[in-house]
């Protein structure tokens, strides 16, 4: 059996091909529906949170908010009195692009799971959850 290294990689590079080619077609860019997957979730955050959910450093992160809020997906507004930072909600049109990107995810995560039962899945799901964790972990040593 090869190294769990080598399976997530070649699951992660295989799932994400299918994806960014859906995506792109639908002419968004790279980045976007990643963040578009975020806001659709937790709307109202700053960039470092949304740089951490995407796994994104926070300059990128700035680049690709940037492009959005110039075709209109989303706006950068303050809360609450805090002037220091910038919180990000989705535009109408944004939300209307992430139902798009999230009907396209669901699509290829059925398609990949298609090989699995339904306790295969949630188990696969708790595994990697916790290999996540033990990631994070390991990094914050």
Do not use: W
């Given at each position: 059996?090869?190294?769990?290294?080598?399976?997530?990689?070649?699951?992660?590079?295989?799932?994400?091909?299918?994806?960014?080619?859906?995506?792109?077609?639908?002419?968004?860019?790279?980045?976007?529906?990643?963040?578009?997957?975020?806001?659709?979730?937790?709307?109202?955050?700053?960039?470092?949170?949304?740089?951490?959910?995407?796994?994104?450093?926070?300059?990128?992160?700035?680049?690709?908010?940037?492009?959005?809020?110039?075709?209109?997906?989303?706006?950068?507004?303050?809360?609450?009195?805090?002037?220091?930072?910038?919180?990000?909600?989705?535009?109408?049109?944004?939300?209307?692009?992430?139902?798009?990107?999230?009907?396209?995810?669901?699509?290829?995560?059925h398609l990949a799971e298609q090989g699995l039962s339904p306790?295969?899945?949630?188990?696969?799901?708790?595994?990697?959850?916790?290999?996540?964790?033990?990631?994070?972990?390991?990094?914050?040593?």
């Amino acid at each position: 059996m090869e190294s769990l290294h080598y399976l997530l990689m070649k699951t992660h590079t295989k799932l994400n091909r299918k994806i960014i080619s859906r995506v792109t077609e639908q002419g968004f860019s790279p980045g976007q529906p990643k963040v578009l997957e975020c806001l659709s979730k937790r709307e109202g955050i700053e960039q470092k949170t949304i740089a951490r959910y995407c796994e994104i450093e926070p300059v990128t992160v700035g680049g690709i908010l940037l492009r959005m809020e110039q075709a209109g997906l989303i706006e950068r507004r303050q809360k609450d009195g805090n002037r220091r930072s910038l919180f990000v909600y989705l535009t109408e049109s944004g939300r209307q692009a992430a139902d798009k990107i999230n009907a396209i995810f669901a699509e290829e995560d059925h398609l990949a799971e298609q090989g699995l039962s339904p306790e295969e899945i949630k188990q696969l799901k708790i595994l990697l959850e916790k290999l996540n964790r033990s990631l994070e972990l390991s990094a914050e040593e």
